[in-house]
């Protein structure tokens, strides 16, 4: 019996170069494998070829074609997607769902149920998580897995293969006699060590990813904290792999891709000073030197940290800052101070170390106060590498429910909402109405100008050599990642022109 698990369309439709393979479609493709059964992964954002570039400073516009593609059956990237499935002729199609681009989720079932229609589609993820109801809306869902689905779609391939009914297994959502049922939870998986490594050999089209795209990876699943706009799936307990399982597997895709740069996904990778440590004096005894990256806060490092963590070859660090205004911080619950984020800045560069601080606009009651606030903060700070995103509310989050209550939200648009919207706008009432406080017109003046100053900031010469020295082992070690960056840093000045398609899928 035969999955193909596929991760529908978004970011090639707009012309954004996508890093990385699917990661949790590769847990399951392990998983599916260790049960007897075959998988394969389709990527659908490098299926016609890994172009695009990294320049967001137009993103919002650039999202338009987004929706123009989702309604053209004829898109060449639609075209594709029915001629690899039915290639493929699988028993059981799985897609995975998150939320913003939910939309591409509908057409890519609609159009796996337009070329093999008696064949099961199950969907699983975030937004399937979320909101199971909505997504069962779409009659060519047959199955939606809740939560975690290691253990849980393999069991249900099991029930399907053996024509038996799925009644009796958890976190399965489907349908009896035209109604919605939800069976029970499903529990988590206790030892994450019993979990397959990704199957990486799953993927359609391999040879589009670098072996930096292979090196994504998890060593804990889970963040305890209590961010007012992130969805908690794992319910803010964090699980650990064992430091020899962490191990086991950067070895196995050294030796299958020869992969020299790993990017470590952890929600929030130090939250166990104890596990990190460990982890670093493993790495270190190593015979080969790896760079990796990571992603954590900054309430939860220290010094001791990053020496350990650079001395094992650690080059990368993200932290989400999220705002300069004092008000706005207290309502994203992060529970960190500004005093914590300036002494965490001060540590590394102290240290040299490459860092990477996020910032968004656009909470409901933000003031322009708010954000000229947080554009000041930004220079004070000084990370070598500055994101900045407009704040999208996702359902079941405490900055979701508090914009539905000041009538901003819709929790319950109808499918069609999920075609016509632009997907940075999902769940408004009216895109035009998101921040109380300021017009339409004004804000988006802000916000053009807020992303020209990011977008400077980060396009200074000394940040864009910060970023080539901190990956310098990483590029003695795989010299076409240097090619790659360097023509992706082009791209990024403006200096040379992306791979990006048109609505009607050409080039």
């Known amino acids: 019996m035969k999955i ?84 493929q ?37 975030a937004h399937a998580s979320t909101m199971p109801d909505l997504t069962l809306e779409v009659p060519e869902i047959d199955y939606v897995v809740r939560g975690e689905a290691d253990e849980t779609l393999p069991r249900l391939l099991e029930a399907l293969r053996d024509r038996r009914g799925v009644e009796t297994i958890k976190g399965v959502s489907w349908r009896r006699d035209g109604r919605v049922v939800h069976n029970p939870e499903a529990s988590f998986v206790q030892d994450l060590d019993t979990i397959p490594f990704p199957d990486r050999s799953a993927l359609l089209h391999p040879h589009a990813y670098s072996s930096e795209d292979m090196g994504v990876m998890l060593t804990s699943r889970g963040c305890p904290f209590g961010c007012s706009y992130c969805f908690h799936m794992w319910n803010r307990r964090v699980r650990f792999r064992t430091v020899p399982n962490i191990i086991a597997e950067i070895r196995e895709v050294r030796r299958q891709f020869g992969t020299a740069q790993f990017s470590l996904k952890d929600d929030s990778f130090t939250v166990r000073k104890s596990h990190v440590l460990a982890f670093c004096e493993a790495l270190q005894r190593e015979p080969y030197r790896i760079g990796w990256s990571c992603t954590t806060r900054v309430d939860i490092l220290d010094e001791e940290l990053l020496v350990a963590m650079k001395k094992a070859g650690c080059n990368s660090i993200a932290l989400g800052i999220e705002t300069g205004s004092e008000r706005i911080l207290k309502e994203t619950d992060k529970g960190i101070t500004f005093e914590q984020v300036v002494r965490a800045a001060k540590l590394l560069n102290k240290h040299r170390m490459f860092w990477s601080g996020y910032f968004m606009i656009g909470l409901p009651t933000e003031t322009e106060e708010d954000i000229e606030q947080t554009l000041a903060f930004l220079a004070r700070v000084n990370p070598y590498y500055a994101g900045i995103g407009v704040y999208n509310p996702f359902p079941r989050t405490k900055l979701f429910d508090q914009g539905v209550e000041l009538g901003l939200l819709d929790p319950r648009p109808p499918l069609d909402h999920f075609l016509r919207t632009h997907p940075k706008d999902l769940f408004f009432k009216d895109p035009r109405r998101r921040v109380l406080a300021i017009p339409h017109e004004r804000f988006e003046e802000i916000r053009t100008r807020a992303v020209g100053t990011f977008h400077a900031h980060n396009t200074r010469v000394f940040n864009l050599l910060r970023r080539g020295l901190a990956r310098r082992r990483t590029y003695l070690n795989d010299p076409s990642l240097l090619w790659r960056d360097f023509q992706k840093g082009l791209e990024f000045i403006g200096l040379r022109g992306g791979g990006t398609k048109t609505d009607d899928g050409h080039a």
């Open 89 to 125: 002729k699988p028993d059981v199609i799985g897609i995975t769902a998150m939320t913003t681009k939910f939309g591409s989720v509908i057409q890519t079932a609609r159009f796996c149920k337009q070329v093999l229609p008696h064949v099961p589609i199950v969907v699983g993820g």
């Open 4 to 87: 193909l698990l596929i991760d529908p369309p978004f970011k090639s439709f707009a012309g954004f170069f996508s890093f990385y393979f699917p990661l949790g479609l590769g847990y399951l493709a392990g998983c599916c494998r260790q049960a007897g059964f075959e998988a394969k992964i389709l990527d659908m954002d490098i299926a016609e070829g890994k172009t695009g570039d990294l320049n967001f400073t137009n993103e919002y516009l650039r999202f338009k074609s987004y929706v123009e593609a989702l309604n053209n059956p004829r898109h060449q990237t639609w075209e594709t997607l029915r001629t690899l499935v039915l290639d």
